[in-house]
């Protein structure tokens, strides 16, 4: 099996990559447009001053991986498994733990009883 590290390198800077790797270019010419874009996962942060637009970006496939692969990734819901990537909206809130989770509205009350937590 072959092992290695993903690697993102800003659309901009690819192309001085081909010098080294002149295959490089086929597999830029492959790529679908939307693909040079930066693929961003929007989620909700409940914090003390609000609730909090956050951003996390993943490979340009992640809207294709497993339901395995995503839930190692975070994108399901901790309580119900719900697909985060098709929910369109989740929250990360921290359990009773403290890690920091990822949930569906329906099960975090859509963030404000960590609001209310937060606020004292």
Known sequence: M?????????????????????????????????????????????????MAVCRGVWACHWLWWTDKQALRMGLMCADCGTDLRAEGSAYRIADAEGRKRMYCGGCCNHGLDALDALAG
């Open 2 to 50: 072959r092992k290695g590290r993903e690697v993102r390198v800003p659309w901009s800077e690819l192309a001085a990559l081909v010098r080294w790797m002149p295959s490089l270019r086929e597999h830029m010419d492959e790529l679908p447009e939307d693909a040079r874009k930066v693929f961003e996962f929007v989620y909700l942060e409940p914090r003390p001053e609000g």
